[in-house]
């Protein structure tokens, strides 16, 4: 057993609302310079849908994720060395533009500027790649005002795997959002195709990166990754990706669409998994295999043998009490109502989905039927609004059975708390007939529906893997000093710089800390002291 510490994140789409201010922080944050006018490491879609980009789903155009050849050995889709050499300088299975979109502001400057006039002025858009006049014909989430269209229902890759009956409900049947950011996978094609390293995986909590200085531009990794979640920046000539806002989760704070998400449908937490296990379970035959085989990656940290594995790996107790307070654990493996998006991608993600339920509810009461009564909702999963083999074509490889079990015991969870806000006579049958008891159904109620910030994000500071000084501080990786976060949570102040020499030999030591600064004069320490000059008085 070779156990490892990873930082997953489930999100339950029964609470989307597709209100995209994720997305919208996601990009001030980290995508809002010159060459990532178009990428969006946070994106929601509408599905039914193409996405973003366009069809990324359709993996034999695209190439992305792992299979397995005739020897049954993984091997990425985009294929081994010798064919990935071959098509170095020149890629053809890679997005172009036109399937992200092309980045557009307004002109502005004609609606003040224009002279006065009996015709109103107008602001064309104008392309924020060249500047030049373009058409709006695309966006990140252009699939939110075509939903249920003919256009979509023809270009959907998850729909065209659908039987003729799916196709045809489409029309009248149903519509949901889907936040997706880079899967942090277990098994990442973008850093097995990388041919100059610059991808990898790092120990301490898995977090999937980019490192700058080895990145040649290849784009390898933009064809290799699945999801289509690796980015090109056509100023820097360097890939970028989702980076799981890993300066926040060092220091022990959610990522930035985990904290802005207006829905509270995002949980942040750890999970411990057994490395070793990994090629196994990715290497399975049957694509349907690949949930199940994910979840026997997966660890106890109760089990002492776990445990003792997981500090010989130089995990600290803290990581492993928060693995045992994970709310991403909970719903992965306790109650097993998370699910993995695309796991026939072999790349085992780890941002998982709870399947949307809802407009069950709002069928059964349409219909004139009690929405909440157990003996309805369970008779109407098969007929969910929302086709379960559509959810099994996005997350459980086409294999219904998890979804629906998934779905059941949401259901179940909503009949059972019904009664008890009714004041009406608990059923155990209810809880018993999903496999769980009624504690259960009330736990998983109160973290899905009540829990506060601390329950939904269980993120423990940074550690250095591999042994150490263990009463030396976690760095932080942008902290000047060393310390345990950017900040002293406590007064918000930045630990003072340790002293340095400027060019010329002239002391830092004393400078003031613009941080703790009160805006009222020029404080002392501002600017460096001028050296005096030989010869003068005094």
Same mark, same amino acid.
């Given at each position: 057993?070779?156990?490892?510490?990873?930082?997953?994140?489930?999100?339950?789409?029964?609470?989307?609302?597709?209100?995209?201010?994720?997305?919208?922080?996601?990009?001030?944050?980290?995508?809002?310079?010159?060459?990532?006018?178009?990428?969006?490491?946070?994106?929601?879609?509408?599905?039914?849908?193409? !996405?973003?980009?366009? !069809?990324?789903?359709?993996?034999?155009?695209?190439? !992305?994720?792992?299979?397995?050849?005739?020897?049954?050995?993984? $091997?990425?889709?985009?294929?081994?060395?010798?064919?990935?050499?071959?098509?170095?300088?020149?890629?053809?299975?890679?997005?172009?533009?036109?399937?992200?979109?092309?980045?557009?502001?307004?002109?502005?400057?004609?609606?003040?500027? #224009? +002279?006065?006039?009996?015709?109103?002025?107008? /602001?064309?858009?104008?392309?924020?790649?060249?500047?030049?006049?373009?058409?709006?014909?695309?966006? +990140?989430?252009?699939?939110?005002?075509?939903?249920?269209?003919?256009?979509?229902?023809?270009?959907?890759?998850?729909?065209?795997?659908?039987?003729?009956?799916?196709?045809?409900?489409?029309?009248?049947?149903?519509?949901?959002?889907?936040?997706?950011?880079?899967?942090?996978?277990?098994?990442?094609?973008?850093?097995?195709?990388?041919?100059?390293?610059?991808?990898?995986?790092?120990?301490?909590?898995?977090?999937?990166?980019?490192?700058?200085?080895?990145?040649?531009?290849?784009?390898?990794?933009?064809?290799?990754?699945?999801?289509?979640? $690796?980015?090109?920046?056509?100023?820097?000539?360097?890939?970028?990706?989702?980076?799981?806002?890993?300066?926040?989760?060092?220091?022990?704070?959610?990522?930035?669409?985990?904290?802005?998400?207006?829905?509270?449908?995002?949980?942040?937490?750890?999970?411990?998994?057994? /490395?070793?296990?990994?090629?196994?379970?990715?290497?399975?035959?049957?694509?349907?295999?690949?949930?199940?085989?994910?979840?026997?990656?997966?660890?106890?940290?109760?089990?002492?043998?776990?445990?003792?594995?997981?500090?010989?790996?130089?995990?600290?107790?803290?990581?492993?009490?928060?693995?045992?307070?994970?709310?991403?654990?909970?719903?992965?493996?306790?109650?097993?109502?998370?699910?993995?998006?695309?796991?026939?991608?072999?790349?085992?993600?780890?941002?998982?989905?709870?399947?949307?339920?809802?407009?069950?509810?709002?069928?059964?009461?349409?219909?004139?039927?009690?929405?909440?009564?157990?003996?309805?909702?369970?008779?109407?999963?098969?007929?969910?609004?929302?086709?379960?083999?559509?959810?099994? !074509?996005?997350?459980?490889?086409?294999?219904?059975?998890?979804?629906?079990?998934?779905?059941?015991?949401?259901?179940?969870?909503? #009949?059972?708390?019904?009664?008890?806000?009714?004041?009406?006579?608990?059923?155990?049958?209810?809880?018993?007939?999903?496999?769980?008891?009624?504690?259960?159904?009330?736990?998983?109620?109160?973290?899905? /529906?009540?829990?506060?910030?601390?329950?939904?994000?269980?993120? +423990?500071?940074?550690?250095?893997?591999?042994?150490?000084?263990?009463?030396?501080?976690?760095?932080?990786?942008?902290?000047?000093?060393?310390?345990?976060?950017?900040?002293?949570?406590?007064?918000?102040?930045?630990?003072?710089?340790? /002293?340095?020499?400027?060019?010329?030999?002239?002391?830092?030591?004393?400078?003031?800390?613009?941080?703790?600064?009160?805006?009222?004069?020029?404080?002392?320490?501002?600017?460096?002291?001028?050296?005096?000059?030989?010869?003068?008085?005094?």
């Amino acid at each position: 057993m070779r156990c490892m510490a990873q930082v997953a994140m489930v999100m339950n789409l029964d609470k989307c609302i597709g209100c995209h201010t994720c997305s919208v922080t996601c990009k001030q944050t980290w995508t809002n310079r010159t060459g990532t006018e178009y990428a969006w490491f946070n994106n929601v879609e509408t599905r039914p849908g193409q !996405g973003y980009p366009r !069809g990324h789903e359709d993996q034999d155009t695209w190439k !992305g994720g792992w299979r397995l050849d005739a020897r049954g050995r993984l $091997v990425p889709r985009s294929g081994g060395r010798a064919r990935r050499l071959a098509r170095l300088f020149a890629n053809p299975e890679l997005p172009a533009l036109k399937d992200y979109y092309e980045p557009w502001t307004y002109d502005y400057e004609t609606l003040i500027a #224009a +002279p006065l006039g009996n015709d109103l002025p107008t /602001a064309r858009p104008r392309s924020l790649i060249d500047g030049r006049p373009t058409a709006v014909t695309w966006g +990140p989430n252009w699939d939110d005002d075509l939903g249920g269209g003919p256009e979509q229902l023809a270009a959907d890759p998850v729909l065209k795997k659908m039987n003729e009956q799916v196709r045809l409900e489409y029309e009248q049947a149903f519509m949901f959002h889907l936040p997706r950011i880079c899967e942090h996978c277990l098994n990442p094609s973008c850093v097995a195709v990388c041919p100059s390293g610059a991808l990898y995986k790092r120990i301490e909590d898995g977090i999937v990166l980019v490192d700058q200085d080895r990145c040649r531009g290849w784009r390898m990794c933009v064809s290799g990754c699945p999801y289509k979640k $690796v980015y090109f920046n056509h100023a820097t000539g360097k890939a970028e990706k989702c980076t799981f806002c890993y300066p926040r989760i060092e220091a022990g704070e959610p990522t930035v669409c985990a904290e802005t998400c207006v829905g509270r449908l995002r949980y942040l937490g750890v999970l411990l998994y057994d /490395a070793d296990k990994v090629g196994e379970a990715a290497s399975v035959p049957d694509d349907k295999d690949l949930y199940a085989a994910q979840l026997d990656c997966f660890l106890d940290p109760y089990d002492p043998e776990v445990v003792r594995a997981a500090e010989e790996s130089g995990i600290p107790h803290d990581w492993i009490t928060a693995a045992r307070r994970s709310p991403v654990r909970q719903l992965i493996t306790t109650y097993r109502i998370a699910l993995p998006l695309h796991p026939e991608y072999r790349t085992l993600p780890m941002v998982w989905y709870v399947p949307p339920l809802s407009p069950v509810v709002e069928a059964l009461t349409r219909d004139g039927h009690d929405g909440e009564h157990p003996a309805a909702l369970f008779g109407a999963i098969d007929a969910l609004r929302i086709p379960v083999q559509y959810l099994a !074509g996005l997350l459980t490889a086409g294999d219904p059975a998890p979804v629906e079990a998934a779905l059941c015991r949401l259901a179940a969870m909503r #009949a059972h708390m019904r009664r008890i806000n009714l004041g009406e006579e608990r059923d155990p049958s209810i809880a018993r007939g999903v496999g769980m008891e009624e504690h259960d159904l009330e736990a998983m109620y109160r973290l899905l /529906a009540l829990a506060k910030y601390e329950e939904r994000y269980v993120v +423990p500071t940074t550690y250095v893997a591999g042994g150490g000084d263990a009463d030396a501080p976690a760095g932080c990786g942008l902290d000047p000093g060393g310390g345990h976060a950017l900040y002293d949570p406590e007064t918000f102040h930045a630990p003072p710089a340790p /002293a340095a020499t400027a060019p010329g030999g002239m002391s830092l030591r004393g400078r003031v800390n613009l941080l703790n600064w009160n805006g009222r004069g020029r404080p002392r320490g501002l600017f460096p002291e001028r050296p005096a000059r030989k010869g003068a008085a005094g």
